[in-house]
């Protein structure tokens, strides 16, 4: 009888470690997908809680409170711009993919654009009438865009989202006539929610869906 008792408190033993074992991948899978994909800013790539201290800084710092003095800082998903004015920026790895960009004052992309590298949405938003003005001129193959995701045939997925205060401003410009130099100012596979729509120049594709931006905007219709 005691044999009978030991050996199932044994079996019994085992079956709970084995539903705990069970249970370690779910619990790393979930981790894994709270996480946030690592952002290229001005060439110098941002990690959660760091940020760059100035547009002429060469490295980034750590810091998981709001910095006193910055121009970038990322945290949690949210990339806070604060008198920015330097390079593109954009997505790194697969991790989440999603992307905020809150605004703060006036902001600036030179020649280069805010995008996503795997489909994942983009929303820019400000609680304070922030800016961000983007700029861009291609002369190569490659298409001319202000804000990008999903652009990339194997991505099914990707919104942008404006809203808040935030107003962006998107110039691009395309000096190529092949069928893959075109102009876009927002580029989304699936959506575009405008804060409101304005356009300055003629529009550079057949079928336009929703826009917004003081700039040609156009969309590529979901295939």
């Keep these: 009888m005691t044999k009978t008792n030991t050996r199932s408190r044994i079996v019994s033993i085992l079956l709970v470690l084995v539903m705990l074992l069970t249970m370690v991948p779910i619990t790393g899978v979930t981790a894994f997908a709270a996480s946030y994909a690592k952002i290229s800013v001005n060439d110098i790539l941002l990690e959660d809680n760091y940020y760059l201290k100035s547009n002429s800084a060469t490295g980034s710092n750590y810091s998981n409170t709001e910095p006193s003095s910055y121009v970038a800082w ?15 920026i954009e997505t790194q790895g697969v991790a989440a993919g999603e ?60 919104n942008v989202t404006i809203k ?4 962006v401003t998107i110039n691009v410009t395309r000096n190529g006539t ?19 729509l304005l356009w300055t120049s003629p529009v550079l594709r057949q079928t336009i869906r929703q826009a917004v931006v003081t700039a040609t905007v156009c969309m590529q219709p979901k295939m």
């Design 74 to 88: 990322y945290k949690n998903g949210v990339l806070t711009l604060k008198g920015y004015n330097g390079k593109g």
């Design 99 to 158: 992307l905020t960009v809150k605004l703060i004052g006036s902001n600036s992309i030179n020649n280069g654009a805010l995008q996503s590298d795997n489909g994942g949405d983009i929303t820019v938003t400000s609680d304070s009438s922030g800016t961000l003005s983007i700029s861009k001129t291609t002369s190569g193959s490659n298409p001319a865009i202000g804000i990008e995701t999903g652009l990339s045939a194997s991505y099914t997925t990707g």
């Design 164 to 167: 808040g205060n935030a107003k």
């Design 178 to 196: 092949s069928t893959y130099e075109k102009a876009y100012g927002i580029f989304a596979k699936e959506n575009i929610t405008p804060k409101m």
